[in-house]
């Protein structure tokens, strides 16, 4: 294999574009006799094995089916990891002034306003979080995605800020300003989950937010703590408590510390707040 297609491929999870062979100095008549022996992924985008496609891989294949071409909105959500979106097709944007398209497993979008938007994240070209955001916020409430994008690091008030301010007067964005600016001071990258996140827009709305969030007490983490009255609550998602015992064990520790412990199921923290 010719080592420059290698190396391009090794980048990009195996796949490969007609249009990147040619700057490499392909010819079509190249690029039409090697590509007859790959898998077609979209028109011009090739994967070079034939193993099934993974979900990054198919993400990866779209931001290849044209130069500056980006995930966006719900796949860029998705990738990021702030929004679930399973639909058999790719969002993506390009630099331009036309209208949504449609394409080839595609729903493509132009933006005349991507400048400093765009970057890469696990190797796939992407809009920033902050962009991510805001596309999010056009069509869907934002308050679960901001969350997530806060408590994964990916971004904080203050570029949270700068990239409204920048996009001001889009649909959604005062939506989406309220939420940043109200929820600025909660310390979500202290969060497990999205459920402790939302116990603590809960709280902080209460005016009860705890004092310290995933700290140990006697030995053992905790989730909320209330250091007076001695309290910690437990937010009990299946993923983190699966071992009834352990659990059990961690009470104990607690209670003889002096801590009263109580358990939230996590699906109750979005259906039941006021439990």
């Known amino acids: 294999m010719d080592v420059r ?21 392909w010819s079509w008549d190249k690029v ?17 094995s034939y193993s099934p496609l993974s979900r990054e891989q198919l993400r990866m294949a779209a931001t290849l089916t044209a130069p500056y071409s980006y995930l966006n909105h719900y796949s860029a959500g998705a990738h990021y990891g702030i929004r679930q979106f399973d639909a058999p097709y790719e969002t993506i944007v390009r630099p331009g002034n036309r209208g949504r398209a449609r394409s080839d497993g595609l729903l493509i979008r132009y933006s005349t306003t991507l400048a400093g938007d765009t ?5 796939i070209p992407i809009t920033s979080p902050e962009r991510t955001l805001i596309d999010i916020a056009a069509n869907a409430d934002p308050a679960r995605p901001l969350r997530e994008a806060r408590r994964l690091k990916l971004v904080t008030p203050y570029s949270m800020a700068v990239s409204l301010e920048k996009h001001r007067g889009r649909r959604g964005t ?42 140990r007490i006697a030995g053992e983490e905790a989730d909320l703590i209330y250091r007076h009255p001695a309290l910690i609550i437990e937010i009990d998602g299946p993923q ?11 009470r104990a520790r607690w209670e003889n510390a002096g801590y009263t412990v109580r358990r939230i199921r996590s699906d109750d923290v979005y259906t039941a707040p006021s439990c």
């Open 5 to 25: 297609l290698r190396e391009l491929a090794a980048r990009q999870r195996d796949l490969v574009a007609a249009w990147q062979l040619r700057r490499l100095g």
């Open 32 to 48: 039409r006799y090697l590509s007859a022996e790959w898998v077609a992924v979209h028109n011009g985008v090739y994967a070079l």
């Open 119 to 123: 970057g890469t994240f696990a190797g």
């Open 174 to 215: 005062d939506n989406l300003k309220r939420l940043n600016d109200h929820y600025a001071g909660i310390p979500y990258s202290r969060c497990r989950s999205d459920a402790e996140a939302k116990a603590l827009e809960i709280l902080h709305d209460a005016g009860t937010p705890p004092d310290a969030v995933n700290e």
């Open 240 to 250: 983190f408590h699966q071992i009834t015992a352990e659990d059990e064990r961690k």
